[in-house]
């Protein structure tokens, strides 16, 4: 019976359907530690992620937990959003309640109806780990064509594509001269992950493209540039500043992590800091930003500094599509570009916002049929055209 009880309770806070006293009251007994194995157990069940017994001990998990109704309250209060589905933050710390913070989007549909309606459509893939190196001397690579190990040798500077699908730069000793610039480019439905020369990490996103020195020891500063969407784990060198160069702005780094987004149809350039500081300027205007702050340059070209949640920007490192109170071109921009299909909208477009996340290796009519079960939108497909509808 005490089983059932706490099974019941814990599903109905993880549905939001618990008053703010009783969900109170439900964090208290999880802090309490009473019950604990049989807690970890549940919350296994509910969210099918494994969990380590000394989370429900961590600090920094009873945090979480004390700040958790606060996160509920402003995601449950945002006006116009429709919940679309759990999506699972997976970190080393608070495995175990990402269903619980999550709450206001805990909602899951079934897909039978889309799909029965789209089974003659054909299949429309998602988009794989894939990317174009063009070389210095205009030598270009498919980099899922060729085999892992070793695929270029310039003037000491050993490029090569490891087996987890990354591309890796070792400068010998004895490289020398201007090794020449370097572009790594994604089409829509491909993404790529690169070691840059100086060991700064670089995920770059579909319909993007990264250009950069094949050697960076010739230079002041460390300077690529970037259209579409990058996130950056930059190597500390403190005498060597790295500078992103974006349509109509810079952003200059000693050593920190990033995401930028320069995607030309996109309203604003976008750069969002996770660690450490950058400071971005356009013309006249600089901007300081410290983690968890974004910079936006409008297309007027005005810059303005907000505070973001950065779990949604940089969801597509790990492989998810997350919105966060997004419009309906925001998200059709993301699927357009990751399942490489062409949108068209007919009729009037909604004004709902979308929340939720799923993972973008799902087949498009997944991600598709639950947003037509939050009733704002309905879709249809024609060979790799997709039509939203009212």
Known sequence: MEKKVLQYTLRQYIHGELNEENSRAFLSYIKSGRDRILLQELIQEALDDPIDQYLLEDPELLAVLDNSWEQLHIQINKPKTKPLWPWKRITAVAASVVGIIFIGWWLLYGTDSFLSQQSTQGTISPGRQSATLTLANGRQIHLQEILDGQIANEMGIKVSKSTDGQLIYEVGKNAGGDAGQHILSTTKGETYRIKLPDGTQVWLNAASALKYPARFALQGKRTVELTGEAYFEVAKDAQH???????????????????????????????????????????????????????????????????????????????????????????????????NVDVIYQGKKTTEKFGGGISRFDDVTQVLSLLEKTGAVHFRIEGKVLYVLP
């Open 241 to 339: 500043p790295f500078i992103v160069q974006t349509v109509g702005q810079q952003i200059e780094v000693l050593g920190t992590h990033f995401n930028v987004n320069s995607y030309s149809d996109e309203s604003a350039v976008r750069t969002t800091l996770l660690e450490g500081r950058v400071e971005v300027s356009s013309l006249d205007q600089k901007l300081q930003l410290l983690p968890g702050q974004q910079a936006s340059l409008s297309t007027n070209g005005m810059l303005k500094l907000q505070q973001v949640d950065t779990a949604p920007i940089i969801a597509w490192t790990n492989h998810e599509f997350m919105f966060d109170g997004d419009d309906i071109e925001s998200v059709m921009r993301k699927i357009e570009r990751w399942y």
